[in-house]
């Protein structure tokens, strides 16, 4: 696609439950990032995928919280047992590659909306 | 320590003014550095790089200090489209964003 899609774009649940939320990167970017971001907050790193591995999965919360990639493109975070602390926005972004360097670019999808009751 | 920190602000300034701001990173080993801008509920947008001689996009200036691990924007002539906010990434093999500066510009 042309840019980074995110789905779904709002999803409300209750608390206890499990949600998944997915991001198809830009084709060919080989770098896929996931942050949250609390209302009036910064963005917190969750993780980042090289490829489809995940060299470093300590930005997740908790053991709630999953990632996956597969076939090095679509990228699904799960959080199970949600909680109200949960809610934000959970914004997903990829890169060409994992330097980032001068003129590359991280591209966002614009964010899916969380909201645990 | 947070790994990148930022004035949140908020910075108010009327139209045609100058304002800069900081962000300083605690990883020496940052490699790259970046200004985002986001504005209200949209995702956020690469600005502009920060290269290590210090850049110029049009009105907007970068600089990085390497010695005392900051990097600064300003804004020259300030419009009022250039209300946002503006987020510091540092490269730190993470991305690490900072909490944001708010810029509110005035007529």
């Known amino acids: 696609g042309a840019g980074v899609s995110q789905s779904p774009s709002n999803k409300v649940t209750e608390k206890g439950k499990d949600v998944e939320l997915r991001c198809d990167p830009i084709s060919g970017h080989t770098a896929l990032y996931w942050y949250r971001q609390s209302l009036g907050q910064g963005l917190e790193f969750l993780i980042y995928f090289q490829g489809n591995s995940a060299p470093d999965k300590s930005g997740l919360p908790s053991d709630r919280f999953s990632a996956e990639r597969t076939g090095g493109s679509v990228s699904t975070l799960t959080i199970q047992r949600t909680q109200q602390e949960d809610s934000a926005v959970y914004l997903c972004?990829?890169?060409?590659?994992?330097?980032?360097?001068?003129?590359?670019?991280?591209?966002f999808g614009s964010g899916t909306q969380l909201s645990v009751l | 320590r947070k790994e990148v920190e930022q004035d949140p602000g908020p910075f108010n300034v009327p139209e045609g003014a100058t304002v800069a701001f900081n962000c300083t990173y605690s990883n020496s080993a940052s490699q790259s550095f970046f200004w985002y801008r986001q504005d209200c509920r949209k995702e956020p947008k690469l600005l502009m790089s920060?290269?290590?001689s210090g850049n110029e996009d049009g009105r907007f200036t970068a600089q990085l200090n390497r010695a005392s691990q900051y990097i600064s924007l300003l804004i020259r002539d300030s419009k009022l489209s250039d209300s946002a906010t503006y987020l510091c990434?540092?490269?730190?093999?993470?991305?690490?964003f900072g909490a944001g500066t708010t810029v509110t510009v005035r007529a």
């Open positions: 972004a990829s890169s060409i590659s994992r330097r980032i360097a001068r003129g590359e670019k991280l591209f």
């Open positions: 920060v290269y290590s």
């Open positions: 990434v540092v490269n730190d093999y993470k991305l690490s």
